[in-house]
């Protein structure tokens, strides 16, 4: 009785679940279509400036992009060798961020990568890149290595080993999923019990001397969310990223003779 | 898992199986879940930026470096928090 009148919390499909615009595509997918196509959109935009003068606007943007992956995240983890993992990881950046970004956006208020799909899909096609580094690397002296790794008491070798392969093979998938799913679903939660609160005291219906004036708190913290959120839009992209990069380099030189 | 889905079954089976009583406890329990999971993460989180910003002190021409190695350290820490955050949606909704 009390819940119908107050502050009603909606279950959690309401927040998350989308009606499908046309059969099986909904807006989670119309924003991770929307991503993509302006990822490629701005950096076609991008080279088609003169290369020889100053960069000016799409160009200027794609540049210092590519300069942040190429300093911020390549040359930090991978070095100079791994140049070549820029376009990959850079790709990776611009969609996950562009996801990531419709949760402050107003009208669409949604992170594609809230759902379990893209994350997922996302860090199985990494799984499948650091893993084929590995074999094309190390050969299979790659599962080898990570078995019965090398610099480790024999006794412990079994107990290191089996941690050392449930981890990079399972957990490493599992950790990259959840923590970019979890993040912008915590983000989105977040908004929506603010929003909800802001709403709830400024409509109140008794006490209104007290309650409505009261409802500018959880405004103010809703605006100061907001901006938090794109902060972690742009934090959550960056991690995702440079973790691949991580894993990658872990595959090329092998875990115990790493830097 | 299996234990507690036969407790279930049992409770049903018994006919003392309050829905109403579900709910609450999953409120309760899903709370109860996410604070906890919420206490190592922070005391680590707290630990690793602090030393950091030692180190970045100590060494200012460090601190790229040391940036990008803490950021991964937290990514690192905060999976656990957010693992058990996941357990409360799952707690409170599945």
């Keep these: ?259 | 898992m299996e234990a507690f889905s036969a407790l279930v079954a049992a409770e049903e089976a018994a006919g003392s199986f309050d829905p109403e009583a579900k709910n609450i406890a999953a409120a309760t329990n899903a709370g109860l879940a996410y604070g906890l999971a919420a206490i190592g993460p922070g005391i680590g989180i707290g630990y690793l930026v602090g030393k950091s910003v030692e180190a970045m002190a100590r060494q200012p021409e460090a601190a790229g470096m040391v940036r990008t190695t803490m950021f991964l350290g937290i990514a690192f820490t905060e999976a656990l928090a957010l693992i058990g955050f996941v357990v409360f949606i799952l707690v409170k909704f599945a």
């Design chain 1, 1 to 259: 009785m009390l819940a119908e009148r107050g502050l009603v919390f909606p279950p959690i499909n309401e927040i998350l679940r989308w009606q499908d615009i046309f059969p099986s595509f909904n807006k989670v997918a119309l924003i991770a279509v929307a991503s993509a196509l302006i990822g490629i959109g701005l950096f076609l935009l991008a080279s088609r400036g003169d290369a020889k003068k100053a960069p000016t606007g799409a160009r200027n943007l794609a540049e210092t992009t590519v300069e942040f992956i190429e300093e911020g995240i390549v040359m930090q983890t991978l070095g100079k060798s791994g140049l070549g993992w820029t376009p990959f990881l850079l790709s990776l950046f611009i969609f996950i961020f562009l996801c990531n970004l419709p949760g402050v956006i107003p009208i669409l208020q949604m992170p594609a990568t809230a759902r379990m799909a893209i994350p997922l899909a996302l860090s199985l096609l990494v799984w499948v890149l650091f893993i084929g580094t590995g074999i094309k690397h190390q050969g299979m002296g790659y599962f080898t290595g990570l078995l019965w790794p090398a610099g480790v008491p024999t006794a412990l070798k079994p107990l290191v080993g089996g941690i050392e392969f449930v981890s990079t093979i399972f957990i490493t998938p599992f950790s990259l999923t959840v923590r970019l799913m979890a993040n912008m679903m915590a983000g989105h939660i977040l908004l929506v019990t603010f929003g909800l609160l802001t709403e709830a005291l400024v409509t109140a219906e008794t006490s209104q001397a007290l309650l409505v004036p009261a409802g500018i708190m959880p405004f103010f913290m809703l605006i100061f969310l907001t901006g938090f959120e794109i902060l972690v839009a742009f934090l959550q992209a960056y991690i995702f990223t440079i973790l691949a990069a991580v894993y990658f380099n872990n595959s090329t030189v092998g875990h115990g003779d790493e830097h």
